[in-house]
């Protein structure tokens, strides 16, 4: 199904829930495991790095070793760098929101938000690029305009694919 505009893009999204491929509610709690994971391989290696012990490396290898594991369960067909795309997708997410975290305890909320709303965005492509609703080839292609006209609040490609995540992960399924 090519995805000219937005509501194909909500029909992707609805074809994906009623043939049950994922059981998102489980694979989101996951990817914040993995994100995580991710954080504690950076913690080992700057540990290992700032005192010299090369245990912590022996460390980070078994952490990463178990962070690919478990990354297997959501990306299952992936081609050219979209692995490590979404490794990444995942890391930068992860440490936009303990940079707004610590915006927050500096009370600054607006900054705070707005390193939060980047974060999402950031969490969305990843869901985007591993359920199948897009392809990288085909995310130059899709802009503004291609996105639904009587859209008010104009909050762009990411934007797009954050307000869709709302609707289709919920965490709080058992």
Do not use: P
Not at 12 to 17: A, N, S, V
Not at 35 to 48: A, C, K, Q, R
Not at 105 to 118: C, M, P, R, S, V
Not at 124 to 153: E, R
């Amino acid at each position: 199904m090519a995805i000219n505009n937005y509501q194909d893009l909500v029909n992707k999204i609805d074809d994906l829930k009623k043939q049950d491929k994922m059981d998102l509610s489980s694979d989101q709690d996951l990817s914040i495991a993995i994100m995580n994971l991710i954080s504690i391989e950076e913690h080992f290696f700057f540990t290992g790095v700032k005192t010299g012990k090369a245990s912590y490396f022996d460390l980070l290898d078994q952490v990463r070793s178990l962070r690919k594991e478990l990354l297997k369960k959501i990306i299952k067909d992936y081609e050219g760098e979209v692995w490590c795309i979404s490794k990444h997708l995942l890391a930068a997410s992860m440490r936009l929101m303990e940079v707004g975290t610590k915006q927050l305890g500096k009370n600054k909320k607006a900054e705070a938000e707005d390193l939060f709303k980047k974060a999402f965005d950031l969490y969305s492509l990843f869901w985007a690029v591993n359920l199948g609703v897009i392809s990288l080839a085909g995310v130059k292609k899709i802009d503004d305009d291609m996105l639904n006209k009587q859209d008010t609040q104009k909050t762009g490609f990411l934007g797009k694919f954050s307000e869709l995540v709302k609707k289709i992960i919920d965490c709080c399924i058992e």
